[in-house]
């Protein structure tokens, strides 16, 4: 598995297993952190002091902030009705539209965590493991569940 030589990495970014991961037309941001198995699509944007933990997949289209953590196995969606063939042949870039996600700063994902796309995950906030996020996370927001449910604010007890 690849990281590509279009891959923009920021300084002092740390990949634990070069040879286990697949990067291709990312942005990496300086002192972020990257497990094994982890695959980063096109178009990608992360940015400084973030934790992505192994067997984690981010799609094109997503948009991570600073000092976020990314839990390991989570996965993100980037097309709400995907499909294989289009009227009997296969699909192409040209048939769908990459819809965006975006992780705020500070934002932390639970391992397992799916984030269908569209979403904005807010400041600070806490998706919890194995958590199926649909709609928009608050700032300093804590959910969980499937789908994901507001639970608390991260500073309540």
């Given amino acids: 598995m690849p990281i590509t030589l279009d891959v923009n990495l920021g300084k002092d970014v740390k ?3 070069p040879d286990l991961v697949n990067l291709y ?8 952190k990257i497990g094994a198995f982890v ?11 973030c934790k992505i933990s192994s067997h984690t997949f981010i799609c094109e289209g997503v948009t991570i902030e600073d000092e976020v953590f990314i839990g390991h196995g989570v996965m993100f969606i980037n097309d709400p009705e995907p499909r294989a063939t289009s009227t009997g042949k296969l699909q192409t870039p040209d048939d769908w539209t990459v819809v965006p996600t975006t992780i705020q700063k500070g934002a932390s994902l639970g391992s397992g965590a799916v984030i ?12 919890g493991a194995g958590a199926v996020v649909t709609h928009d996370v608050a700032a300093d927001a804590v959910v969980a569940g499937v789908p994901a449910r507001f639970l608390r604010h991260v500073h309540e007890a």
């Fill in 15 to 17: 990949i634990f297993h």
């Fill in 25 to 32: 037309g990312c942005e990496i941001g300086a002192e972020t």
């Fill in 39 to 49: 695959e980063i699509q096109k178009s990608v944007k992360i940015g400084s002091r």
């Fill in 116 to 127: 269908l796309c569209g979403v904005c995950i807010g400041q600070r906030a806490i998706i």
